[in-house]
């Protein structure tokens, strides 16, 4: 998704909520020191069990912008690949930018997406709750796991299967499916059942 710069400025007018998070990032040089690897890695991952939401690197907590040289934004955009890939299982993809609303005040933004599954990070597996993370209780995390098991399942259930279509069906497995009425447009009725569908090359 993109920001307006006026968006950004306004949200850090507001501060932090369910959606977004600042942090401010302390270098020794142009090596990133702050916060903990561990530390980002809970936010990010609460972000992905949760509905997703955006992280600015390089922002305090009341939302004014140290800024950062170019190499300083290289060393934490490699920090935060790491973070997602080594310390977040199953790794998390967020989109990594680079944005400037005041000239010599550059920062990161990082959006994360909605997890597909439960994403467990150093601290254990957390959910974004308001302006802060929070630890999932057992219930939670198994409810969650359920949820987007499920959601895969349907997603996966809905997808054409490539070299298929009618005249690949057993006829005797799908004919005591069809009413009457069905039978006479058996193609049409499978479709209403989701037995058939057209792919993105209007195939069916």
């Known amino acids: 998704m993109s920001f307006s710069n006026e968006e950004l400025k306004r949200q850090m007018r507001l501060g932090e909520d369910s959606h977004w998070e600042f ?36 922002v305090t907590d009341s939302g004014d912008v140290r800024g950062m040289s170019r190499e300083q934004m290289d060393a934490l955009e490699r920090l935060l690949v790491e973070v997602c890939t080594d310390m977040i299982k199953p790794p998390i993809r967020p989109a990594i930018l680079r944005r400037e609303i005041a000239e010599g005040q550059p920062f990161l933004l990082v959006e994360v997406p909605q997890g597909s599954d439960v994403h467990e990070s150093p601290g254990g597996s957390y959910l974004r709750v308001g302006s802060t993370k929070r630890k999932m209780t057992r219930d939670e ?64």
Do not use: H, Y
């Not at 401010?24 to 990010?44: H, S, V």
């Not at 009425?181 to 037995?195: I, T």
């Open 23 to 58: 942090k401010e990032i302390a270098f020794a040089g142009n090596e990133p020191k702050g916060p903990r690897r561990a530390e980002l890695a809970d936010e990010l991952a609460a972000f992905a069990n949760t509905d997703g939401g955006v992280v600015l690197c390089g």
């Open 141 to 204: 995390q198994l409810r969650l796991a359920q949820r987007r098991g499920q959601a895969r399942f349907l997603w996966f259930d809905k997808q054409p299967v490539p070299g298929t279509g009618f005249g690949s069906l057993d006829e005797s497995l799908w004919k005591p499916l069809l009413s009457a009425e069905g039978a006479a447009a058996p193609e049409v009725a499978l479709e209403k059942m989701g037995m058939l569908t057209s792919d993105a090359n209007g195939v069916t």
